[in-house]
Nanobody, 125 residues
Framework: VQLQACGGVLVQTGDSLKLSCAAYGGTLSTYSVGWFRQAPGMEREYVAGISYSGRSTYYEDSVEDRFTISRDNAKNTVYLQMNSLKPEDTAIYYC???????????????????WGQGTLVTVSS
């Protein structure tokens, strides 16, 4: 299964943005999916995860209450709705999938078997 992330653009502080992660070459429904981000000069961090069913989600503390991860298995797509964006949210955002046997809370990058190419989100002050 290959992933393609899109939706990253330049926005203003306080704006909202929705990223999409579409899967090709297979079905997404048997995988949990996560969103990571990497800011310039920083390590990549796990910001949100969703179980294969969509019933369970995880958020990193700094995005809790601002970001929402969701999925539409019929469309083979996972989304990341980002509200109240801040300059510190500026980063390349990546989606990745892993077998459903892994906890959606686990941030271990090597548990993810397929990664999208990344989409750049820039939040200006």
């Amino acid at each position: 299964v290959q992933l393609q992330a899109c939706g990253g653009v330049l926005v203003q502080t306080g704006d909202s943005l929705k990223l999409s992660c579409a899967a090709y070459g297979g079905t997404l429904s048997t995988y949990s999916v996560g969103w990571f981000r990497q800011a310039p000069g920083m390590e990549r961090e796990y910001v949100a995860g969703i179980s294969y069913s969509g019933r369970s989600t995880y958020y990193e503390d700094s995005v809790e209450d601002r970001f929402t991860i969701s999925r539409d298995n019929a469309k083979n797509t996972v989304y990341l709705q980002m509200n109240s964006l801040k300059p510190e949210d500026t980063a390349i955002y990546y989606c990745a999938l892993r077998p459903a046997s892994y906890s959606y809370r686990l941030s271990y990058e090597r548990s993810f078997g397929s990664w999208g190419q990344g989409t750049l989100v820039t939040v200006s002050s």
